[in-house]
């Protein structure tokens, strides 16, 4: 059975710095495409960041670009998610997603991912 497993969520100050993980198991995650996601209160899931299934393509939502960045360890079967400089408005709870199939380029649409963590929260409050 295929399963994500995030974590690293928490209460942060604005300016402040968080990384998420996410852990796989059940497939390779070199076989896989992957990306992070999140939804805030009222609002639809959206894309933040994602990389194709060889790492040689990623992705950025235009209101993270500059701040997070997305990496994998195929070894440790986890993705991270650094995020800097982080906002208010990146207040939201955080999912781990994958694709079990081969891209080419990295896809941020969350119909396109099949496999789903549970989600961490993240809240940026002073």
């Known amino acids: 059975q295929s399963q994500l497993v995030e974590s690293g969520g928490g209460l942060v100050q604005p300016g402040g710095s968080l990384r998420l993980s996410c852990v796989a198991s059940?497939?390779?995650?070199?076989?896989?495409?992957v990306g992070w996601f999140r939804q805030a209160p009222g609002k639809e899931r959206e894309g933040v960041s994602c990389?194709?299934?060889?790492?040689?393509?990623?992705n950025y939502a235009d209101s993270v670009k500059g701040r997070f960045t997305i990496s994998r360890d195929v070894a440790k079967r986890t993705v991270y998610l650094q995020m800097n400089s982080l906002k208010p408005e990146d207040t939201a709870v955080y999912y781990c997603?994958?694709?079990?199939?081969?891209?080419?380029?990295?896809?941020?649409?969350?119909?396109?991912?099949?496999?789903w963590g549970q989600g961490t929260q993240v809240t940026i409050s002073s």
């Open positions: 059940g497939f390779r995650m070199d076989y896989a495409s």
């Open positions: 990389m194709s299934t060889r790492g040689s393509s990623t």
């Open positions: 997603a994958a694709r079990l199939s081969f891209t080419l380029q990295a896809m941020c649409a969350p119909k396109d991912y099949n496999v």
